[in-house]
């Protein structure tokens, strides 16, 4: 993989000093439930289909009293895209090279009450730069209060930047994290955006902002719920719902794509995937 320029390296930073944040802010929180859980960090290597070096990443993931399963992974990487799969790719249609980084993360929890969630952004480069990216919370029995606060978080990061990015990324959250096959959305929504490519500096500090606000209201969401009791009941229709949640991610996730199609670690692509699920 060619050297990193200072926004790409810029960009790296960012995603892994977020991933750092993130990591410690959970493992506080099992600690706080009297577990000893820690995240297991597994580093991989990609190779490019030319053969060289098409740099890697680090898969983190944590299975504990309070987080059943969560995947935090930090990947950079870069080559080039094979075949039609460039087309497909904003400013790659002409000239197939990549270069990409960003942070993905998917939390399962062990008490059905408390909300699953998914947080991606992400940097890329090809005949153009733009950030993408988002969170959205996906709980298995909704509560109206987690939902306000989760959105209203997310829009307060919107808001400082450009009162237009929050009715237009919510809009496109909910476009996207939609299970046609069911008619139904895969969670209470959040905010979804990508190709953005105005200002560098404005659009990255959007960026960094709305992993500060995950950062922010999502423990706090989790804190609220853990302890609660929960019945068989509750239970059964958790796992319903992660069911259609791996429907989602397998059927119409684009990162799924993306990573499978650049070759990146299986394993890391498919952590979002719940431990448990049933389908009726």
Known sequence: MQPLDPQQSAARTWFETLRDLICAEFEAIEREA???AAFDYSPWDRVDPSGEPGGGGVRGVMKGRVFEKVGV???TVGGTFEGDFAKSIHGAGEDPRFFATGISLVAHLANPHAPAVHMNTRFLVTTK???GGGADLNPPLPYDEDTADFHARMKAACDAHDPAHYP???QWADDYFYIPHRQVHR???GIFYDHLDGDWDADF???QDVGRAFL???PAL?????????????KAKQLEWRGRYAEFNLVYDRGTLFGLKTGGNIDAILMSLPPVATWG
């Not at 989790?222 to 509750?234: E, I, L, P, Q």
């Open 73 to 75: 992974n930090v990947s």
């Open 34 to 36: 009297g577990s000893d």
């Open 205 to 207: 500090a959007f960026t």
């Open 216 to 218: 922010d209201i999502y």
């Open 187 to 189: 969670g209470v929504g």
């Open 129 to 131: 730069r733009w950030f």
């Open 222 to 234: 989790v804190r609220r719920r853990m302890g609660m009791a929960f019945t068989d009941a509750d």
């Open 168 to 170: 237009r990324f919510k």
